[in-house]
């Protein structure tokens, strides 16, 4: 049985968020993480524990979690583990339990009048062997169409995100590719290209599939300075020069577009989906 832990930033007496799953535990941390975002101020420490496949496992995991409640606060317990009777062992440990699963399964069962199969790995595995299929298709579109390093098959992307560098380009189509199964392509900015307010010449065929991202001067500096130190292409000016001309760009092509600054990729992704009108 794996463990994957992750350092907390809080002090020992910490209370322990564990994330228990009979899969990979995507999901455990995903709805848990969610739930804690409503608490920002408290300091914990947080242990994922996937493949939890087994009642003899689901002991271990129990003993762990009462050593770990008998040396400091009550540990907090998400689960999403499918198995009736590995939910009940692990539910007897000494942590605060919330099972995210079987909370809800019954009612689910009774308003489909259908029984619900109870197999592991349903959420982030290959049981839908098609959408998992188009999902790595995506990715591999994603990878090869990054930064502009291939024109190849652009008519079949379903969007062209657009950007100077460093806006959060490649992150945003590896996310709608994996998550989504969106066939995504992005294409960097450059100084050259704002010598008019017309798209890229290789863009101007697919206009209607380009979205836009710009970011705060600041901030874009900052994180080209990572990067590239002291240069010139790190500047403040730099920064501010190409995020107001793509904006003017943008705008003169009528090209949607969102500040990313103090968005995640998860925001960026969800809003892109939603004005592009995307759906998978």
């Known amino acids: 049985?794996?463990?994957?832990?992750?350092?907390?930033?809080?002090?020992?007496?910490?209370?322990?968020?564990?994330?228990?799953?009979?899969?990979?535990?995507?999901?455990?941390?995903?709805?848990?993480?969610?739930?804690?975002?409503?608490?920002?101020?408290?300091?914990?420490?947080?242990?994922?524990?996937?493949?939890?496949?087994?009642?003899?496992?689901?002991?271990?995991?129990?003993?762990?979690?009462?050593?770990?409640a008998a040396a400091g606060p009550q540990p907090i317990?998400?689960?999403?583990?499918?198995?009736?009777?590995?939910?009940?062992?692990l539910s007897q440990s000494r942590g605060q339990f919330f099972d995210l699963f079987g909370t809800h399964i019954g009612q689910l069962e009774q308003t489909l009048g259908a029984q619900a199969n109870g197999?592991?790995?349903?959420?982030?595995?290959?049981?839908?062997?098609?959408?998992?299929?188009?999902?790595?298709?995506?990715?591999?579109?994603?990878?090869?169409?990054?930064?502009?390093?291939?024109?190849?098959?652009?008519?079949?992307?379903?969007?062209?995100?657009?950007?100077?560098?460093?806006?959060?380009?490649?992150?945003?189509?590896?996310?709608?590719?994996?998550?989504?199964?969106?066939?995504?392509?992005n294409f960097p900015l450059v100084e050259e290209d704002f010598d008019t307010m017309t798209l890229p010449k290789p863009l101007l065929p697919f206009a209607s599939k380009c979205f836009g991202l710009t970011s705060q001067p600041v901030r874009l500096s900052q994180i080209r300075q990572e990067r590239r130190p002291g240069s010139s292409y790190a500047s403040l000016n730099q920064c501010s020069f190409e995020l107001r001309h793509a904006e003017d760009m943008y705008r003169a092509n009528d090209i949607p577009y969102v500040n990313s600054a103090s968005m995640s990729v998860e925001e960026i992704s969800a809003t892109v989906l939603q004005r592009m009108q995307l759906h998978h």
């Open 1 to 68: 049985m794996a463990e994957h832990q992750t350092v907390g930033a809080g002090a020992p007496s910490a209370p322990t968020v564990f994330f228990l799953s009979d899969s990979t535990g995507i999901t455990a941390e995903t709805l848990g993480n969610t739930l804690l975002t409503q608490f920002p101020g408290q300091r914990l420490e947080r242990r994922t524990i996937p493949f939890i496949n087994t009642v003899e496992q689901a002991r271990e995991v129990v003993a762990l979690i009462d050593r770990v």
């Open 77 to 89: 317990i998400f689960s999403t583990t499918v198995s009736q009777d590995i939910r009940a062992v």
């Open 119 to 185: 197999k592991p790995g349903q959420a982030h595995g290959v049981g839908d062997a098609v959408r998992y299929q188009l999902r790595m298709a995506a990715v591999e579109y994603a990878i090869e169409h990054d930064d502009g390093q291939s024109l190849r098959a652009l008519e079949r992307a379903e969007l062209i995100l657009i950007a100077p560098s460093r806006c959060g380009k490649t992150p945003t189509t590896m996310y709608l590719a994996l998550q989504h199964g969106i066939l995504a392509a």
